[in-house]
């Protein structure tokens, strides 16, 4: 038997805190009542201080697969072309996804390491001189992979073109953990959910529009009912939904608003670079490899790592299981077995964090993964300000 409190270090759900637990247990209310467009009014007001915009956010009851299908069917037209990369394994789900709607995908290839590239994305759309491509549709945060793509760069490297496709973004893993802005990015569509940065249980997707996809909805030939934006937003106007909405999720993304408010933005985002750096400092000296190969792209949500030949990263996963009653992220398609990842988002701290890698170190020596040993000492030296060379303690590699 398991005894404990588990650690959940997926990169998501992540864990719920309790204030937001708390905000839950509440009674169902009228979702027709004033009570309810006072709760309604605060989150969508509360959401666009998140994706910093000062345009409509959409609420769904769904899943962020959910959110992603409405922003294909309020923009897109069948037969319409759209460029996309290959991040990882989400970014692979929303071209399939695309491909089903009947949307001609330009999909670049890539080596699951990095990020999109700016550079190629302005190659292509350079090319595109009659103007075929309608969108160009990134994951900003690939959470297979633990890389995270520069959106301010890709804006840009549009802007140099002068190329009129929209800008769709995937924020489900990076939203509320992840410096991201709406508005100054000139991002038409953000998609996200909520069971990561806003450290509640799913059952929310979340799309951030701009006017320039709105009036992109207003002529696109997809259909669509549950997922349309404007009979979501004539009700959105005074705090109310169209059809039954999550009401007790509703209280817990009010809660969670408040806790990333009271934390600031800032430094919500610089705690999650904080403890990021601090996992790749004990993977660093574990001597093992962070999959994400650039340093610009390092993922301040999760660490994804990478076994060495020869040991299996679910039996691995599955050790630290039953050993130390913690999870951890699973590879996913094309590194399944090759990868564990790490979650350090939502309601994380340096404690939490360095239990967690006490738990993936321990788990190592009992795995017989080769080993540094020291990785958590590691990561504390990075926290407190200190560097390695100023343990005296020797080290040794143990395990295999």
Known sequence: MRQGRHFLQIPGPSPVPDRVLRAMDMPVIDHRSAQFAELGRAVLEGSQRIFQTAGPVVIFPSSGTGAWEAAIVNTLSPGDKVLMVETGHFATLWRQMAAR????????AGDWRRGADPAQIEARLAED?????????????ETSTGATSRIADIRAAIDRT???ALLMVDTISSLGSVDYRHDEWKVDVSVSCSQKGFMLPPGLGFNAISEKARAAATTNRMPRSYFDWEEML?????GFFPYTPATNLLYGLREAIAMLLEEGLDNVFARHQRLAAATRAAVNHWGLEVLCQNPQEHSPVLTAVLMPPGHDADQFRQIVLDNYNMSLGAGLSKVAGKVFRIGHLGECNELTLLGALTGVEMGLSVAGVPHRAGGVAAAMSYLEGRTET???T???VVGG
């Open 129 to 141: 001189l009659v103007h075929a491509i309608k969108a160009v549709m990134v994951v900003h945060n």
């Open 162 to 164: 002068g190329h009129p």
């Open 394 to 396: 020797p080290l040794k």
């Open 234 to 238: 004539k009700p959105n106007a005074k």
């Open 390 to 392: 100023n343990n005296p």
């Open 101 to 108: 709607f009947g949307i001609e995908v330009d999909f670049v």
